[in-house]
């Protein structure tokens, strides 16, 4: 078993695989906007999930959304040459809190609706 050069290394030469495409195809830009918007999403929810938790008096769950919130914003962009992976693991890190957080929310009691009320 020999080593190899993994397939996402800038060491690879340009036009790997043979046959890709040379200009962008609105399928490829459609997954380069789609993924701006989900990381917009995961900056929002952890903004929220800051002011929830803060206001909840949940102090440690506010930290964690914080740190989550700037480790996502800005880690990506510490390696030169290695966005593809720390924005992996940046990824990785904030949908795990998502499903902490969601998991939390899953043990709360639900609320149930008070008497209809009718507007005059």
Request: hydrophobic share 55%; proline share 5%; charged share 10%.
């Amino acid at each position: 078993m020999g080593w190899s050069e993994p397939v996402c290394s800038p060491a690879i030469r340009a036009g790997y695989p043979v046959g890709a495409a040379e200009v962008a195809t609105w399928h490829g830009a459609l997954h380069g906007v789609a993924s701006g918007v989900a990381g917009v999403g995961l900056l929002g929810f952890c903004a929220v999930a800051f002011r929830r938790l803060r206001s909840e008096g949940n102090t440690a769950g506010a930290v964690v959304s914080a740190v989550v919130f700037v480790v996502f914003a800005v880690l990506p962009f510490t390696i030169p040459g290695s966005t593809s992976v720390t924005f992996a693991i940046a990824s990785f890190i904030a949908r795990g809190w998502v499903a902490v957080f969601a998991a939390g929310l899953r043990t709360q009691t639900a609320v149930t609706p008070q008497t209809h009320v009718t507007l005059a």
